[in-house]
């Protein structure tokens, strides 16, 4: 069987760009959630989010370019910049074919979808930008990925809502497993803090409203929290298959073992009760891995901070692991970062990886006030030194999309 490795990390996050700074504020607790400036949330009940503050597009393109794309387009082609140089990946003619792209987004480039249906409002149709239609469509990060960075393997968008960057991750381990490309940039990609998507997610009673103190609003797991807060960014990983690695002389992070997904033909946005969906695709991803539940070390929760998903959650891995669940490590980045929705899993795949090569759990913050249904180990509040040699991460979304991978401490 191909073994796959994780060479390359490339992440836009409100605390950080590049993984280099995303990974020390993650582990130092430092919250990336802010009051909304990218457009006056004043008559929103919502008024907060994980912006990213300090991301400047010129950097990775002409500034033309820049001006005119999707935020989310701008996002997938840096964080695809910074995974390949991450793993000092030279993409040429000879090699091109075997490197593939596999970058999702959940919502794709609804700012300028939203632009553009002002400008068709107040100005006719004659007004509206050629560029509508490939800036607004989820596929075109993985496009402009590969049309950026020159790779012509596998291209594929897979768009699963909050799944969307694990299923990304685990549908590239399976490609290079199976023979059909050698390295993939995957990852996922988002940029939805826009009047509509804020609008859109207080309507359906989905987000946080404390607004007082935007730092405290995320709490996954805490018996307060009242909803998740959106973020955005994105987050790619560079796959390879070992041998293609070795002969390059690529730095290996870790390396991916197994998948699963399931579908929880629940409802269309309520997770399935007691988590039943996610036991199934966390069982398929522990034997896929070819692993016994008690090999799991720590788990990077999906910990959206909604009332449901955090129990049922918990209730799953209580399923799943049984006595061993009281003694596995969780915790939940969107305490610090807020939910980026369809880039959330990639980011969280990122923090995995460091978690284990540097040995470190990153906390769970905000986790004040104990919940008894959410009764397990969420390495509250602070980092903790912790030897991981095997993790997962949980990601699941509306439509009752689930996706797991399993990442183990590289050993040649």
């Given at each position: 069987?191909t ?10 996050t ?6 280099d700074?995303?990974?020390p504020?993650?582990i ?8 909304i400036?990218?457009?006056d ?9 994980g ?10 393109m002409?500034?033309?370019?820049a001006?005119r ?6 996002f ?9 140089k991450d ?15 596999i ?14 249906a002002?400008?068709l409002k ?27 960075l020159?790779a012509?393997g ?6 699963t ?9 685990g549908?590239a381990?399976?490609t ?22 804020v ?8 987000l946080?409203?404390?607004?007082a ?30 041998e ?10 870790a ?13 269309i946005?309520?997770p ?5 969906g ?9 034997k896929?891995a070819?692993l ?6 720590y ?7 909604t009332q449901?998903n ?13 006595d061993?669940?009281k ?15 369809g880039?959330s ?9 460091l ?10 913050i ?11 180990d969420?390495?509250p509040?602070?980092?903790?030194r ?11 979304g ?15």
């Open positions: 069987m073994r796959v490795v994780i060479t390359g990390l490339g992440a836009i409100p605390i950080g760009i590049g993984h700074v995303f990974w504020n993650l130092a607790g430092k919250s990336g959630i802010t009051r400036t990218h457009f949330p004043a008559a929103f009940d919502t008024q907060i989010a912006q990213v503050t300090d991301f400047d597009p010129s950097l990775y002409e500034k033309k370019e001006r794309l999707a935020r989310f387009l701008q997938a082609i840096a964080a695809g910049q910074l995974a390949v793993a000092n990946l030279t993409i040429t003619p000879e090699n091109a074919p075997d490197i593939g792209v970058v999702g987004s959940g919502i794709g480039g609804l700012d300028f979808l939203e632009q553009q002002y400008i107040d100005k006719g149709p004659g007004r509206l930008s050629p560029f509508t239609v490939p800036y607004m469509i989820a596929d075109m990060a993985a496009g402009m990925i590969s049309i950026n020159g012509k596998p291209n594929l968008c897979i768009v809502a909050c799944a969307t960057g694990t299923h990304s991750i549908e381990f399976k290079i497993q199976r023979g059909a490309a050698k390295a993939i940039i995957a990852g996922g990609s988002e940029a939805a803090i826009t009047p509509l998507g609008a859109s997610f207080v309507a359906a009673g989905a946080s409203n404390a607004n103190e935007p730092t405290r609003a995320s709490r996954p797991f805490d018996k307060a929290r009242n909803g998740f807060v959106m973020g955005e960014g994105a987050g790619i990983v560079i796959l390879e298959d070992r293609f690695a070795k002969a390059r002389g690529a730095r290996i992070y390396e991916i073992i197994g998948y699963g997904a399931s579908g929880d033909a629940n409802h946005t309520a399935a009760p007691g988590g039943e996610a036991v199934r695709g966390i069982r398929e991803a522990l896929d070819e016994q539940p008690e090999q799991i070390d788990v990077n929760a999906h910990g959206t901070s449901l955090d129990k049922f959650e918990t209730m799953a891995l209580k399923t799943v692991f049984g061993h669940a003694k596995l490590a969780i915790s939940s980045n969107k305490s610090m970062v807020g939910h980026s929705l880039a899993g990639a980011i969280e795949a990122i923090a995995t990886v978690s284990i090569r540097d040995s470190i759990a990153p906390p769970t905000n986790y004040e006030n104990p919940d008894p249904e959410c009764d397990l969420y390495v509040n602070q980092a903790r912790l030897n991981i040699d095997h993790a997962i991460s949980n990601s699941f509306f439509g009752g999309h689930n996706a797991i991978i399993v990442i183990k401490k590289y050993q040649p």
